[in-house]
């Protein structure tokens, strides 16, 4: 519940962690600087699977059914034995993922603008019909119902097909730094680097900006669990359980405040 934390980085080589990520019952922690690891036991202990990658950096992690994927400043990589072995998975794309999100056997995959694989990653096609580049790379997705978002430094897209077309929404936050989306019910969340946290419906036909108690406005994740929203920031975590009405720290035990993933 994020009451009260505990050190749970023994023997993890990774000293900055971009992302983490929960698949098959283990929680892989993907590093800046020394690649990837993961633990089966709450963080007991850890593993570095970094075996098969000619890069580091691990920017992101997805997964479609079994196959578990990583994009890399080396390409993006697939495994279908949970990181024992690494296939590059690129042909088609035109560099490093930034975000991932998957459904029925498709996955999306986000560079400046979002590609799709249906064959488990042999193959990438652009899927952006609708969708501008101009912002950036994607920074993240997130999913309510059928439709699935997508966000980039200043833009926002809906597409209710996973990608087949893409709208662009209305958003209030123009030219500003975007890092983390997130859903609960039929609430979008959208958290900025600079001015806290927005949501809305899902066609986003107004915004509520919602930062009562978050005394922190730079925002670089967010997560969804039962009935909690959590928001990551550089002063600390931030949880909700009103939808946004207000927030409540959640920093006990916690001696680094800067938080860049929450899973």
């Not at 994607?138 to 833009?155: A, E, H, L, P, W």
């Not at 994740?221 to 959640?250: C, D, M, R």
Request: with cysteine; aromatic share 16%.
């Amino acid at each position: 519940t994020g009451q009260t934390w505990f050190n749970s980085s023994a023997n993890i080589i990774a000293s900055s962690i971009s992302t983490l990520y929960k698949f098959n019952n283990r929680i892989y922690a993907a590093s800046y600087a020394n690649g990837i690891s993961y633990t089966n036991n709450n963080g007991n202990n850890w593993t570095d699977i970094n075996q098969d990658l000619s890069s580091p950096t691990v920017i992101s992690i997805g997964s479609c059914d079994s196959v578990l994927f990583i994009g890399t400043y080396g390409g993006n990589y697939k495994s279908t034995n949970y990181g024992t072995n690494w296939i590059p998975s690129n042909l088609g794309l035109s560099g490093a993922s930034t975000a991932f999100i998957s459904n029925s056997g498709m996955i999306l995959a986000g560079e400046y603008i979002p590609y799709k694989s249906t064959d488990y990653g042999q193959l990438w096609f652009p899927a952006s019909s609708g969708f501008i580049s101009g912002g950036g790379k994607i920074k993240d997705f997130t999913q309510i119902g059928n439709y699935i978002y997508s966000v980039n430094s200043n833009r926002l897209f809906l597409s209710p097909n996973f990608g087949v077309f893409w709208v662009e929404l209305i958003n209030p936050w123009f030219y500003s730094e975007v890092n983390a989306l997130t859903s609960y019910q039929r609430y979008l969340y959208v958290g900025h680097g600079d001015s806290g946290i927005y949501k809305t419906d899902s066609l986003a036909t107004s915004w509520t900006r919602i930062n009562n108690g978050l005394t922190n406005k730079k925002v670089k994740a967010l997560y969804t669990n039962s009935n909690k929203v959590f928001a990551g920031t550089e002063s600390g975590i931030f949880v909700t359980t009103n939808n946004g009405s207000s927030w409540h720290p959640l920093n006990n035990g916690l001696t680094n405040l800067y938080i860049t993933s929450i899973i």
